[in-house]
């Protein structure tokens, strides 16, 4: 069997609240994880005001918190992705296939399970 490299999580679908994005990205971080997956790419959007919408800060804050140490290896922002491809490209080589949907999309964000 051949092992599943990246996942794409929609976090805006249906228009979800903060909490239910959160809660929709750890459920989906943790069964990707359970199921082997090495990379997720949350789409999580940008906002309308042009400085990051509430669901990617939410995603972004709670990415970093220790509660997700067991699940979240590192992440990268889609801004961060140019200074961070070379890191996480090492540690998941499948993602040079979704270069296209990552690079300069601050809609998404790369995330490496451990």
């Known amino acids: 069997m051949m092992q599943r490299k990246v996942a794409e999580v929609n976090l ?4 979800p609240t903060v909490e239910i994005a959160i809660q929709r990205m750890k459920n989906s971080l ?3 994880k359970r199921q082997g997956y090495k990379a997720v790419i949350l789409i999580h959007g940008y906002g309308s005001t042009g400085v990051g919408g509430s669901i990617k800060a939410a995603v972004i ?4 918190e220790s509660s997700m140490k067991g699940i979240v290896r590192t992440f990268a922002a889609g801004e961060q992705w140019s200074n961070k491809k070379r890191e996480l490209v090492g540690m998941c080589k499948a993602l040079e296939d979704f270069e296209h949907k990552i690079a300069n999309n601050y809609g998404v964000s790369v995330v490496i399970l451990r």
Do not use: F
């Open 30 to 32: 943790t069964t990707y």
């Open 12 to 15: 805006e679908s249906e228009m």
């Open 61 to 64: 804050r709670c990415l970093g």
